[in-house]
């Protein structure tokens, strides 16, 4: 993927080195909300090394996530002195910088063109260890995720280690899906799709309904990502021999049910809050295919 040559966004946070101290507590509004990119990932194989069902752990973390969701919206997170103003001159910082930045530059011209919407651009925060949102403590073992509470996308760029050590899922486009899958969830909140959803599982009857309507953000998500993807190629021409086949490989390897499979577990898709491997790539390549956010409506299937 091509990105030396870009802009570096200067909405970046950079939170690294901060001291956030070293105690464990439970993320409170990742993904679309829900979870974070890595979560799901995190709790199988925490729910594999203790011998706890997978599904437990994850169900629960997912329950008191959505049940957290609508309190954090007004939430704000307080200033931060120490936190770089400047963009990254690092090369992991400065890669996220351009991504973030061709994030930019393609959703502030199909956002508008394409609902007549003025795209209004998240900050994204970048931290190692651990550190504060909107919605709550961010651990790395989160993995990525979008707070609408502060309308901020946060990143532990370790995890892109984690994808290409643990999960066979490295390269510049695959990383640079992920960063725009939470920008995804960001587009979803600016529709008004994103409150809608967290009071539809309020009001849901049980874990399974609200499970569903997860996946169907997620899955949302991740199409927005190859929107992007396909407007900043036929913008700039970013793409490279073999880019797309490493996201389509990074989606498939955190399909639920592949994650269910790796701990040693039966699939249960009542339980799935992401999406299986083949829905994740099926939503992917359509919006890959098409450009057009229109093509992403989730909820319609």
Aim: glycine residues 12%; proline residues 4%.
């Amino acid at each position: 993927m091509k990105w030396e040559d870009f802009r570096a966004s200067d909405n970046i946070e950079d939170r690294r080195g901060e001291d956030e101290g070293s105690g464990f507590s439970l993320p409170m509004g990742g993904g679309g909300g829900g979870l974070g990119l890595g979560t799901i990932i995190v709790l199988g194989l925490l729910g594999y090394a203790l011998g706890i069902d997978p599904r437990l752990l994850i169900g629960g973390a997912e329950m008191i996530a959505h049940r957290a969701a609508p309190q954090t919206q007004q939430v704000q997170s307080a200033p931060r002195a120490q936190t770089q103003a400047s963009a990254p001159s690092d090369q992991i910082g400065r890669f996220v910088a351009a991504v973030l930045a061709e994030n930019e530059d393609v959703w502030s011209d199909i956002l508008p063109a394409q609902k007549g919407i003025k795209f209004v651009a998240p900050k994204l925060v970048m931290f190692d260890g651990a550190t504060q949102s909107a919605c709550g403590a961010a651990q790395s073992a989160m993995g990525p995720f979008y707070c609408p509470g502060d309308r901020k996308i946060y990143l532990d760029t370790s995890f892109f280690n984690d994808m290409k050590r643990r999960f066979g899922g490295g390269g510049d486009f695959a990383y640079a899906y992920v960063i725009a899958h939470e920008m995804g969830h960001h587009i979803e909140n600016q529709l008004g799709i994103l409150p809608k959803v967290h009071a539809a599982q309020q009001q849901a009857t049980n874990q399974a309904q609200a499970n569903a309507l997860s996946v169907k953000l997620e899955l949302m998500a991740d199409c927005l990502a190859g929107v992007w993807a396909a407007n900043a190629d036929q913008k700039w021409n970013i793409l490279e021999k073999g880019d797309v086949e490493k996201a389509i490989a990074t989606a498939q390897a955190i399909g639920d049910d592949r994650l269910q499979q790796a701990a040693n577990r039966r699939v249960v898709p009542d339980s799935f809050t992401h999406g299986s491997a083949s829905q994740r790539t099926q939503w992917l390549k359509i919006g890959l295919e098409s450009g057009q956010i229109n093509s992403c409506n989730t909820f319609s299937k």
